[in-house]
């Protein structure tokens, strides 16, 4: 039985003839109100997850019914139990998703579908105004940054492997031109190494390396990320077979006008038809895009994983 409040599920566990006959259809409500929240929430990730694998894109019609389910189906349920809470609950969730969605998609991270999807979580979990513990969305939150940069990282070796050959060849050309700084890296590196016998602390010492050897494995991940940027996700496509929000990669211009380009943050439905009538006068051919990682199937594992465990960090303190 999975419930956001703890205290619901305590007191729905009671023997029924310690409740009056009003609490007790009142809690199998919430129970069966939570209930559909979840299996509602879990079946939306699944399509949105499936969608954005195949084609990068979460459908409207999926993140505005999930909002409006989730505002409405609370709603319904402040009016039957005469409180409002439960409806300002999901208004709560839903501005604060809305936020953290908005500053994701602005900052070029996600894409508007995975904002809206977000959005959409937000109103159907709701934020508890009782923080004696800490809330479902945080936790969902913080499960969702960890598991997305692990899922992240999975998914750049995989098809940085697939396309192994050109990915090589791309990475050895940018380890190159960054050979100075590698130099410089590896010099500072070994003299912590030396410098680390005369410390008398184990702690200190071990603390110092570990301190160097991470700053050298970040500069081989940027140069990695780069790579996999490059290769693996910058595709050439026509202008009929775009979609509204896809990210360009690369300025259009067209008679020394800008027709769209990076700082779009996601390609318009108008700017499509200009591109597509550009073409015909024969002025473009294709378009450069970035195909970002489809993140939502991240949301799913993190949902599922918030369900189940709550916090996972906390199992290994």
Do not use: H
């Amino acid at each position: 039985m999975l419930l956001y409040d703890k205290e619901l599920y305590k007191a729905f566990c009671l023997k029924r003839s310690f409740l009056t006959k009003f609490k007790y259809r009142s809690i199998v409500f919430l129970f069966k109100m939570f209930l559909l929240s979840n299996i509602t929430a879990f079946i939306s990730l699944i399509i949105a997850s499936i969608t954005d694998i195949k084609t990068r894109e979460v459908p409207d019609w999926l993140n505005y019914g999930l909002i409006i389910f989730g505002l409405g189906s609370r709603l319904i349920y402040s009016i039957a139990l005469s409180d409002i809470n439960f409806f300002l609950y999901g208004l709560a969730g839903f501005f604060v998703f809305f936020v953290i969605a908005n500053i994701m998609f602005y900052s070029a991270q996600w894409g508007g579908g995975d904002s809206k999807l977000l959005m959409g979580l937000g109103a159907v979990i709701g934020l508890n105004f009782n923080f004696s513990e800490m809330p479902f969305i945080l936790i969902f939150w913080i499960n969702i940054i960890l598991i997305g940069a692990i899922y992240g990282l999975f998914w750049s070796f995989a098809v940085a492997f697939k396309n192994r050959k050109r990915f090589l060849k791309d990475f050895k050309a940018r380890a190159k031109k960054s050979a100075k700084i590698r130099r410089f890296l590896l010099i500072i590196c070994l003299a912590a190494i030396l410098s680390a016998f005369f410390i008398g602390s184990i702690a200190t010492r071990v603390l110092l390396v570990t301190i160097i050897f991470s700053i050298l494995l970040i500069f081989y991940i940027s140069i990695f990320i780069k790579s996999v940027e490059n290769v693996c996700m910058l595709k050439l496509v026509e202008p009929e077979k775009l979609t509204e929000g896809d990210w360009i990669a690369r300025n259009v211009i067209v008679n020394k006008k800008r027709i769209c380009g990076p700082k779009d943050l996601g390609i318009e439905k108008k700017q499509i038809k200009q591109l597509i009538q550009l073409k015909r006068k024969g002025l473009i051919k294709k378009i450069l895009i970035k195909e970002g990682i489809p993140f939502v199937p991240s949301f799913l594992v993190a949902f599922i994983v918030t369900l189940l465990f709550g916090n996972w960090l906390l199992l290994f303190i």
